[in-house]
């Protein structure tokens, strides 16, 4: 996949506020509640990454309420990933999924986790 600075990692979470109140406090298309386990893998990608032959290790967060799966998928195309992980839920599995399928189609060197 390239030099080691081109091996871009991305966790993504996509969260997903109540339909109630995500439009009215929630609009922006950052999720802010993110689970703890995305947070603890990226620091130890990052902490890693030299032995890893990792560049850029980074989360990205969504709110589905605010950002439709085209949405998504166009920021994290725009990322340059060499690697996109998912926090995937019980809950957003089909959206995780059509995104993979996306970037997958996308590009084609990607890989999903």
């Known amino acids: 996949m390239g030099s080691d600075a081109n091996r871009r990692v991305v966790l993504a979470y996509l969260g ?4 109630s109140w995500a439009r009215q406090a929630f609009i922006l298309k950052r999720h ?3 689970m703890p386990g995305i947070l603890y893998l990226a620091a130890m990608l990052r902490a890693r990454a ?3 032959r990792l560049g850029d290790v980074r989360c990205a967060y969504f709110n589905r309420a605010a950002q ?3 949405d998504i998928l166009a920021a994290l195309v725009g990322l ?3 690697v996109v992980g998912f926090s995937t839920f ?3 599995q089909a959206s995780c999924l059509a995104l ?3 970037l997958k189609e996308r590009l084609p060197g ?3 986790v």
């Open 68 to 70: 439709d799966e085209q």
């Open 32 to 34: 802010y509640y993110v």
């Open 100 to 102: 993979a399928a996306g």
């Open 50 to 52: 030299k032995e890893l």
């Open 110 to 112: 990607v890989r999903v």
């Open 80 to 82: 340059e990933p060499a």
């Open 90 to 92: 019980s809950w957003n």
């Open 16 to 19: 997903d506020e109540q339909p």
